[in-house]
């Protein structure tokens, strides 16, 4: 308990989940857009369970800094080039993620046509790419924890909290993506964002994560707008025709 009255601690901690809530926005955009996939009586248990699996390995990872930290220990290189456990992880993770937001947007534009040729999507198979992408967002997420904290307990205490937090919003988050279509290709255009930073940093290319977060916020605000507006337009759409509909009612009255 001493730990957490230390005034470092106290300081740490809440910056530390707030940083935790923003890096695990991305695992619950990912989960949203498979669990979409699924029957609706699914959806809700796979999310929950996919954010349950990227809390264990967040927590193994905790448990396990010093082979976090070997990570950035070069195994061979190419050239110049040193290849490390993080590179190959950063890379692939990243790959993966690209391939799986542009198959997604492909999907959306062509539409029914690629939905009939496509294997049904899986219970399983929903919560075996969820756990790939899981891992690699879960080393990131320790890295970062890493170097804002000391204590393994504030670590563990920030990754409990900023997921037991995602949990209670993950169904709004989830259901007002499916509402919208369009913050749904957003959320793969950040996805795909994501990707291309996580290859970068595979290959050693500093990109300040800031510039990408404040991309995503400003997207979001702009799309928000877009809503609100689209929102307004159609009230005022169905105002007119409610009105049209009324006076012609009335017409065919004095008829």
Not at 114 to 129: F, I, M, N, Y
């Amino acid at each position: 308990m001493d730990i957490l009255l230390q005034q470092e601690n106290i300081l740490s901690l809440p910056s530390l989940t707030v940083m935790e809530i923003v890096l695990g926005i991305d695992n619950i955009i990912f989960i949203t857009i498979l669990v979409g996939q699924l029957p609706p009586s699914q959806r809700e248990r796979v999310r929950f369970l996919g954010l349950m699996i990227a809390l264990l390995l967040r927590l193994m990872f905790l448990l396990a800094i010093a082979w976090i930290a070997s990570l950035n220990q070069t195994l061979f290189p190419v050239g110049d080039f040193e290849v490390s456990g993080k590179t190959i992880v950063m890379i692939a993770g990243g790959l993966f993620l690209m391939f799986k937001a542009i198959s997604e947007i492909h999907s959306k534009l062509e539409g029914e046509k690629t939905a009939d040729t496509q294997p049904p999507t899986t219970l399983a198979g929903v919560l075996v790419q969820s756990t790939v992408l899981s891992l690699v967002f879960s080393i990131d997420s320790i890295v970062t924890a890493i170097g804002l904290a000391r204590e393994i307990l504030i670590m563990a205490l920030a990754i409990i909290i900023s997921t037991a937090v995602m949990v209670v919003f993950a169904k709004s988050i989830g259901d007002f993506i499916e509402r919208h279509p369009t913050i749904k290709v957003l959320g793969l255009a950040m996805l795909l964002m994501i990707g291309v930073v996580l290859v970068a940093e595979g290959l050693h290319i500093e990109f300040p994560k800031g510039y990408m977060y404040f991309a995503i916020a400003f997207s979001l605000f702009v799309e928000s707008i877009n809503i609100r507006v689209r929102k307004k337009a159609s009230l005022v759409e169905r105002t007119i025709r409610h009105a049209l509909e009324a006076k012609a009612e009335q017409e065919e009255t004095k008829r």
